[in-house]
C-alpha cells in the first residue's frame, strides 16, 4: 500500500462544491486584486485569533519581512530567532539588512531554547522571533517577559500553527505581530501562495497595510518603499471556504496523532512529540525522533510511505550564513535534531487503514 505525506486533492473533494462556488464568484465579478473576500477573510481570521486586525498578504515569508519592518528592523538590527525553522524565517532577517542571531532549540518541543535567548540579546537587539515550529508555541510567556522590559518587539512566526493554542490564547496573538502561513500544505492551505499578519497595534497595523501595498497611502502618494504584497481574492475566497473546516481538521490530526503516540509508546528507540503543558499542539507535523533516521526513511520511501525531514540542516549551518561566523558544535541541540528528525503522515483525510500501514511498517523496522 502506497501513503502519501500530503494529499490535497482528497480535502478539495471533501468541499468540491464549496470551494468551486467561491472561486466562480470571483471570477465572475473579476475583483482580482482588494476584491470583498479580501476584507472579509481578514476579519474572520482576526475574529477566530481574538485580535483586532488581519492584513492579508502574498505569502507567509512577506508576512515575517512585513511585520519586522514594522518593528523598525532595518540595517545594522539583530533579531534573535530559533535555529531550527524553515529558511524564511532567517531569510527576511537579512533581506532587511539584520543579523539573525541563532538561538538552539529545546530538546524536547524543538522550540527555541527560552534559556538562551537572554544570552544572544545585545544592544543592536530589535525584535525576537519564536517560531511554533511543527503546530505547536514557543514558551511565550518567558519571552515575553525577556522582551517587553527591554522593549524588543516580538514578532511570533506562527506559519505552522494557525489555530495552535497557548494557554488559552491563539498562535500568532501573544507578540506584537503574528504571522500565518497558507501555503498550500499548511492545516489552513490557499491554492498557491497566501499569507497573514495579525496584531492588535493600530500604529504597526496601518504601516503594515501601506507596505503591502509600495508603501503608499493613498494610492500613488509614497511615504515607504514598499512592496507589492496583497492576498489574491481568489485565495481569500478559497482560505475563507476552509477556514470553516479548520477546527474540525485540526482535530481529527489530534486523533491520528494520538493513535500514532499509543503505537509507538513501547518502541524505546522512537521519542514521539512532546507536548508543553497548556498547549494545544495543531500537528501541522507529527514528528518523531530516532537514532538511525535515514535508514528510517530510506525504509518507508522505499515501500512508498511518504515521509520528509523538517529540517536536515539548521539554519546557522546553511552555506549562505558561513559569513556569520557559526561552526557546528555551536547549537548542538538542533544540530542532532537535524539528524534525529522525520515527519510522517497526519493530514486529516487520512484513512485508518493507510495510518495502520505506517505503524506496522515503523513498528516491525524496530523488531516489534
Ligand atoms: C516556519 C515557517 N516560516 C515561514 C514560512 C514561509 O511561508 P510561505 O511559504 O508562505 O512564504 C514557512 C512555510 O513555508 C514556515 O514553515
Redesign the pocket.
Known sequence: MQVPLLDLTRQYNSIKSEIDDAVMTVLAHCKFIGGPEVKKFEDEVAAYCGVKYGIGVN??????LIALRACGVGHGDEVVTTTF??F??AGVISRLGARPVFVDIDPESYNIDIHHIEKAITPRTKAVMP???FGQCADMDAIISICRPRGIKVVE?A??ALSADYKGRKAGTIGDFG?F???P??NLGAAG???MIVSDRAAEEDFARILRVHGSKPKYYHSHIGYNSRLDTIQAAVLSVKLKHLSRWSAKRHELAHAYDVAFADVEQIRTPYVMPGNYHIY?QYTIAVPDRDRLRDHLLDLKIGCETYYPVPLHAQECYKDLGYKLGDLPVAEKAAREVISLPVFPELTGDEQQHVIDTIRAFYRK
Open positions: 505569502s507567509g515569508t512577506d508576512a515575517l525553522s524553515f524564511a524565517t517560531v511554533h515550529l512566526d506559519a505552522q504571522c502561513s497558507f501555503f500544505s499548511k501562495d497566501a499569507g501541522h
